[in-house]
């Protein structure tokens, strides 16, 4: 059983541009949540989906979308990337059906220049 | 000020010691508390949870809630090198599947 698989694992971009990254959840597992954990810091919630809606949302601007796919996987898009973008980037997923455990991916490295 | 602080370290010990790492809250709608280890270049996985307060034990670690004082610990007996991770505590309030609060980790180094 594949768990939560994220591509790629690392990115370079330069400031302005736009990067979407990836996130398979785990197998049995309907909802995704993003975090982005900054060097030295803890990782911070961006937004969840389920149900291909967003459901929740962190206190991160409107750059930062997302989409979530009819099998559950989904994407995370940042535009006019900033220096300050630069992070790891992780997926969690869980299931709604009260169970605590969020398992999460090994991360995407984004580095912005 | 964070919604979740926690001792920031690093934190280096000899092997088999006992190993204590706490954070503090501020949002009494916490309900979940969690502990995740982090390795290097990896992704968080979780070592246990806690509902409300009280303790929990699973094997070497045990972890404590006290919801009066707005604080948490996880403890790390006969600690082994490859305890050695920066470690996370985690709160949700009780109908957030998915959303967590994270402390910003405590770095730990079990020496030989």
């Known amino acids: 059983d594949a768990g939560v698989t994220q591509s790629p694992t690392h990115l370079i971009k330069t400031r302005g541009q736009q990067v979407t990254l990836r996130c398979s959840p785990k197998?049995?597992?309907?909802?995704v949540s993003w975090y982005q954990q900054a060097l030295g810091q803890g990782p911070q919630f961006i937004f969840q989906y389920y149900e291909e809606e967003e459901r929740q949302r962190g206190n991160f601007p409107d750059r930062f979308s997302g989409h979530q796919f009819p099998n559950y996987s989904s994407e995370l898009n940042v535009n006019a990337l900033l220096l300050g973008d630069s992070a790891l980037y992780l997926c969690?997923?869980?299931?709604?059906?009260?169970?605590?455990?969020?398992?999460f991916g090994q991360g995407t490295r984004l580095t912005v220049v | 000020q964070k919604e979740v602080e926690q001792d920031p370290g690093p934190l280096s010990v000899p092997e088999g010691a006992i190993v204590s790492l706490n954070c503090t809250y501020s949002?009494?709608?916490?309900?979940?508390f969690m502990w995740y280890r982090q390795y290097s270049r990896k992704g968080p996985e979780l070592l246990m949870y806690t509902y409300s307060s009280g303790n929990k034990e699973d094997g070497r670690f045990t972890a404590q809630v006290d919801k009066s004082s707005k604080y948490i610990s996880l403890f790390i007996r006969d600690s082994q090198p490859s305890d050695s991770a920066t470690y996370l505590c985690a709160l949700r309030e009780y109908t957030n599947a998915g959303k967590s609060t994270f402390g910003d980790g405590t770095t730990l180094t079990v020496k030989p």
């Open positions: 969690a997923s869980s299931t709604t059906t009260g169970s605590i455990e969020a398992f």
């Open positions: 949002n009494s709608a916490f309900q979940y």
């Open positions: 197998s049995g597992h309907d909802t």
